[in-house]
Nanobody, 122 residues
Framework: QVQLVESGGGLVQPGGSLRLSCVAS????????MAWHRQAPGKQRELVAA???????SYGSSVSGRFTISRDNGENTVYLQINSLEPEDTGVYYC????????????????WGQGTQVTVSS
């Protein structure tokens, strides 16, 4: 079992930046595919970014170059850097992991965190 705990969310003004963290416990995640998804109010959850065990990154179709996913296997942590935040980025951001499946928009992993709220508002 993998436990995922997200942090780093909060209330941010438009144009600001955030770095979300997802700390994994229970397993060493260097062989896991990891991802961030978000769910905006009234919308379905969508993939934001994913990173394979080898470090290959991919981003959701609705996500711009303002998002960067990275991982630190030594710290068992995955990060999501979001720059130039927009009100449309508001939502709950979830960390997702899987040992055997490459996470994509249509193929989510088995393990989920509880989410961290990001609110972009002036």
């Amino acid at each position: 079992q993998v436990q995922l705990v997200e942090s780093g969310g909060g209330l941010v003004q438009p144009g600001g930046s955030l770095r979300l963290s997802c700390v994994a416990s229970g397993r060493v995640i260097h062989l896991y595919s990891m991802a961030w998804h978000r769910q905006a109010p009234g919308k379905q959850r969508e993939l934001v970014a994913a990173i394979t065990s080898g470090g290959t990154t991919s981003y959701g179709s609705s996500v711009s170059g303002r998002f960067t996913i990275s991982r630190d296997n030594g710290e068992n942590t995955v990060y999501l850097q979001i720059n130039s935040l927009e009100p449309e980025d508001t939502g709950v951001y979830y960390c997702n992991a899987d040992r055997y499946v490459r996470i994509t928009a249509s193929n989510t992993g088995d393990y989920w965190g509880q989410g961290t709220q990001v609110t972009v508002s002036s």
